[in-house]
């Protein structure tokens, strides 16, 4: 998210935690309708002391009176920013919502589709098109959702609310420095609603840091329907970053039997030929890396995955391992290779992926709906087993488990 990693949202692929564990597997839905403003007089008030501040830090009256003429105070946001939860997903969930089908056939369309500016990208910035093309997919499944709240009505609003006062108020400034600068109108600035913005997620800070014209019109345009900018403004960061071009972020690897899982974690790194004297093995069969090994299974075994530097080059956009696997997982899917190919094993609840599946058909097929059958447990199928349960006269408890899947059976 441009820096704001989890600082902003309990953002997971698709949209502010809301994709996947329904059943959807991430794919597109219609975006929420756009908060609505109401009075407030102490936000009035605290603009009015803000806008002296800001007048003084350089941010001109005109620009100024343009950007808060249409704001307002937005009470969802505030219900937004004090209800998120600490949701932490398996990376097995993570990875089936972050390359579900969907996601993985759009990302390979638009990486057609955009070919030749992602070359373009590439050749100026040393970051391969393909890897661009995941944070684009991660952040707003390739622009379908790229948020429509109005910036300055919710950075003013957190803000003033005062709970991370000081920053929201640094991103303010940034977002009217944006504005003073004609990259874009403050009706165009929209984005989440905690401000990250345009196709792949920008907050106002890191775009005044890292975003980039490459279409050469004179603004750094990451709002319109044309990503170019915000692909060039990612693969901009990320060489800044410290990336490194033709390095894999990472892959699968197999070990041996009777390995060392001492050697495992990110504070562990090898050479490619010390891992290979090992006997570890890629599990496409590509030359190995230098870097980490990690365990991803849900018992802490297989899948195992070894990390490269530019692994730790995601993390720089958004400092989460899930999501730094992400990124290399679908980046690597677009490109056409496989799924991960290992088991991850059977989850906390004992059900493997194919359980939860199956626990998700029958339930649908006795008419309590999960949305689909991704695997992933979130909220609808939740909601579909306290349904049932209710509906049995058993105790609703909405989670999953093997004596579940037994009596659906």
Not at 18 to 36: C, H, K, L, Q
Request: charged residues 20%.
């Amino acid at each position: 998210m441009g820096g704001a990693a989890a600082l902003l949202s309990a953002c997971v692929p698709g949209g502010g935690g809301r994709s996947g564990g329904g059943g959807a597997g991430g794919g597109y839905r219609a975006p929420d309708p756009a908060p609505r403003a109401v009075p407030n007089a102490g936000w009035d008030a605290w603009v009015e002391s803000f806008k002296a501040r800001a007048a003084a830090g350089g941010i001109g009256r005109g620009t100024l009176d343009t950007a808060f003429r249409g704001a307002g105070f937005l009470p969802e946001v505030i219900e937004k920013d004090r209800n998120q939860t600490e949701f932490k997903r398996s990376l097995e969930d993570y990875l089936n919502i972050a390359t579900s089908e969907e996601r993985v056939s759009l990302g390979r369309q638009k990486f057609a589709q955009y070919g030749s500016t992602l070359s373009a990208i590439e050749a100026r910035y040393g970051v391969e098109g393909h890897v661009v093309a995941a944070v684009w997919g991660l952040e707003s499944f390739y622009g379908t959702r790229r948020g429509n709240v109005p910036v300055i009505s919710a950075l003013s609003t957190l803000a003033y609310e005062g709970r991370r006062g000081a920053f929201f108020e640094s991103q303010l400034i940034a977002a009217l420095k944006i504005i003073q600068a004609g990259d874009v109108s403050p009706a165009a600035m929209t984005g989440s609603w905690a401000g990250a913005m345009g196709h792949t997620q920008f907050i106002p800070t890191s775009y005044l840091a890292y975003a980039v014209d490459f279409t050469g019109d004179g603004r750094r345009d990451i709002w319109s329907e044309d990503p170019t900018d915000a692909l060039a403004s990612t693969a901009s960061y990320l060489a800044r970053s410290g990336w490194t071009r033709g390095l894999p972020w990472g892959m699968e690897v197999s070990l041996p039997a009777g390995f060392n899982t001492g050697l495992l974690g990110r504070g562990n790194g090898r050479s490619a030929a010390e891992w290979q004297s090992l006997g570890v093995r890629a599990a496409d069969g590509r030359a190995l890396a230098g870097g980490s090994i990690i365990a991803g299974g849900n018992s802490g075994g297989a899948p195992h995955f070894l990390l490269t530097q530019n692994f730790a080059t995601i993390l720089r956009y958004n400092n989460a391992q899930n999501y730094a696997i992400g990124v290399g997982h679908l980046s690597d899917r677009i490109l056409g290779r496989g799924p991960v190919q290992a088991s991850f094993g059977p989850d906390a609840n004992g059900l493997t992926r194919a359980d939860r599946q199956e626990l998700q058909r029958l339930l649908t097929a006795r008419g309590f709906d999960t949305g689909g059958t991704d695997g992933v447990i979130g909220a609808r199928t939740k909601a579909a087993i306290s349904a049932w349960q209710a509906s049995v006269g058993v105790p609703v408890t909405g989670e999953p488990s093997l004596e579940l899947l037994r009596r659906l059976r």
